[in-house]
């Protein structure tokens, strides 16, 4: 971050980023962030891996990410800056604590949108044959034909378009379809529920208990957190933070947004997963052999194939055209995020300046058209909604762990700084925050967690090429050492523990014996790094230098606006 060296314009002038998105329009962007294709897959998923206590797994999972949330709705008014999940190491930490998050921060968000894509022409594979039912990692899943493909990239081309043209019209488009989005969620619940209890064309209660109600024990209610897409669909709060140098009022829209999202999504999936388990008929189960084997004809859209099975196929169509509208309206969103987030670097000058270059309306439009070229290379090696799910889950949720320490830091080198929202409760909450992202990565298992490990080795290549080959003038200290003492160490624990207890190398029968050890020894390695990281970090006077960096570029594109807009 630097107050010296900014983008400009043919005119002298930079284009800032414009305050333009009032406190329901953050709300419902988070929301609109957070009902993606998840909720689409998830019930199915969720239930296929731990029966019905799979209930619980979306209302812990609920409290893991509300405890995150509640961190960054300190933060966010404290700095009211797009991309800060990205930006927020950067003040306590440098280039390099940054960088080695912001990296995997920005592949997971430009992957979210090619993952939204291929969710919503899995379910037109109804219309038409834009999926098919291929083995995909060892496993079944519907991967995307060529003409899936096409389609796919143009999605992602129009979410880049519209994005172009500024966050104003980004909030109007998403507001209304936040209001289809709810309103078919909710009539999804009420309709399985009232059929479910009220006929007999779909199950019954007897479903919570005829194959038992954790068949596969209760490790699965934590295991299908990360690998069943529950994680995933909650991350979408981070919109909240995002686009929080483009709200109009930050101490109040922030931590409206962020836990205000959270606490309405948890409530809606909680229903959804009990009408879900409902609303399976009893035969299904049983041709099946129960929730493992869960499997019945037209999966490939699992809702809109039960209401279909129960005579229901009005709702039927009606979720077969949400299963468009809900994940492209998350596209549309994470388009918006991924930018901000290159933005974000761009701004640190850990990545090239021309990404924080922003167009006449006000948005990053460089950092968008990367965005666009990121997700269509992911949709090659990732060509189905469960082959990405995974890997988006532990990436995302490894870079809002440092949002707690970022707290953490702040508290104790300027207990007095403005905060409009304070949180309470000292170190619990950001500790048991941090805590809760070492879980669910450790949840999404080594066949997930490798791949971000070697994700992080090819960005840190990235850095060393740029360092080499960057213009030195417009690159910042990169405060290696400050960094790289609790970063380099959360990276190798968490490895090690995600090897040692979930790959299987000592025998499946060791991990499941040691499954429940594996929250004691994430226990300590939270506090080791949790330490680490408050004691070693940037000179005060450093920090304040960034702090007052923040503050100036919040202020400019507060007073360009010329004050709030609704």
């Not at 019209?169 to 909710?186: D, R």
């Not at 058209?369 to 997700?375: A, K, L, P, R």
């Not at 953490?408 to 929202?421: E, G, I, N």
Request: charged residues 10%.
């Amino acid at each position: 971050m630097s107050t010296t060296q900014r983008p400009q314009t043919a005119q002298g002038e930079e284009h800032k980023l414009k305050r333009h998105i009032g406190p329901i329009g953050l709300l419902f962007a988070a929301v609109g962030s957070i009902i993606g294709s998840g909720w689409l897959f998830g019930a199915f998923h969720a239930s296929a891996i731990a029966g019905p206590a799979a209930i619980f797994s979306w209302l812990i999972a609920g409290v893991m990410i509300i405890l995150i949330g509640l961190c960054y709705a300190e933060l966010g008014p404290m700095f009211p800056i797009s991309g800060g999940v990205v930006r927020y190491p950067h003040l306590v930490w440098g280039s390099f604590g940054s960088y080695s998050l912001g990296f995997i921060t920005w592949i997971a968000s430009a992957a979210v949108p090619a993952i939204e894509v291929t969710g919503a022409l899995t379910y037109a594979t109804k219309f038409a044959p834009f999926t098919v039912q291929e083995s995909d990692g060892g496993a079944t899943a519907q991967v995307l034909t060529p003409l899936g493909m096409v389609v796919a990239i143009a999605l992602l081309a129009l979410f880049v378009v519209l994005n172009s043209y500024g966050v104003r019209l980004f909030a109007q488009i998403n507001n209304v379809l936040v209001w289809w989005k709810l309103g078919v969620i909710a009539l999804v619940i009420v309709v399985f529920l009232i059929t479910a209890l009220g006929t007999t064309r779909m199950g019954t209660p007897a479903n919570f208990t005829s194959f038992g109600f954790a068949p596969n024990g209760f490790a699965a209610v934590f295991v299908c957190i990360a690998t069943a897409g529950i994680t995933f669909s909650y991350l979408g709060f981070r919109q909240g933070i995002e686009l929080a140098g483009e709200t109009t009022n930050p101490k109040r829209n922030i931590p409206l947004a962020l836990i205000g999202s959270v606490i309405i999504c948890a409530i809606l999936y909680a229903l959804l997963q009990l009408a879900f388990t409902l609303a399976v008929p009893a035969s299904v189960l049983q041709k099946s052999g129960g929730w493992a084997g869960l499997a019945f004809q037209n999966d490939f859209g699992p809702l809109a194939a039960l209401a279909s099975m129960a005579g229901l196929a009005w709702l039927a169509y009606i979720l077969y055209f949400d299963a468009i509208i809900s994940p492209a309206d998350t596209g549309l969103i994470y388009t918006a995020i991924a930018s901000r987030v290159s933005y974000a670097m761009g701004r640190n000058q850990n990545a090239p300046r021309w990404l924080a270059s922003n167009n006449r309306h006000g948005v990053p439009h460089w950092s968008l058209i990367v965005t666009f070229c990121v997700g269509v290379v992911l949709l090659l090696p990732f060509p189905s909604w469960q082959s990405l799910v995974g890997f988006i889950t532990s990436a995302t949720v490894m870079s809002f762990g440092s949002g707690p320490l970022v707290l953490a830091v702040m508290r104790r080198k300027f207990p007095d700084l403005k905060r409009p929202f304070r949180l309470p409760g000292g170190d619990i909450i950001p500790f048991l925050a941090f805590y809760s992202a070492n879980m669910i990565m450790f949840w999404a298992g080594w066949d997930t967690n490798w791949k971000l490990l070697v994700t992080i080795l090819i960005g840190y290549v990235v850095l060393v090429l740029f360092q080499f080959f960057g213009r030195r003038s417009a690159q910042p200290p990169l405060f290696f050492k400050t960094g790289a003492v609790w970063i380099l160490p959360w990276f190798v624990l968490y490895g090690l523990t995600s090897f040692v207890f979930s790959s299987g190398v000592f025998g499946q029968a060791f991990d499941q014996a040691a499954f429940f050890w594996v929250f004691l020894v994430n226990l300590v390695i939270s506090a080791v790094i949790y330490v680490l990281a408050i004691r070693f970090t940037l000179p005060d006077e450093q920090v304040k230098e960034y702090i007052a960096d923040a503050a100036h570029e919040s202020d400019v594109e507060d007073a360009e606006m010329g004050g709030a807009l609704a």
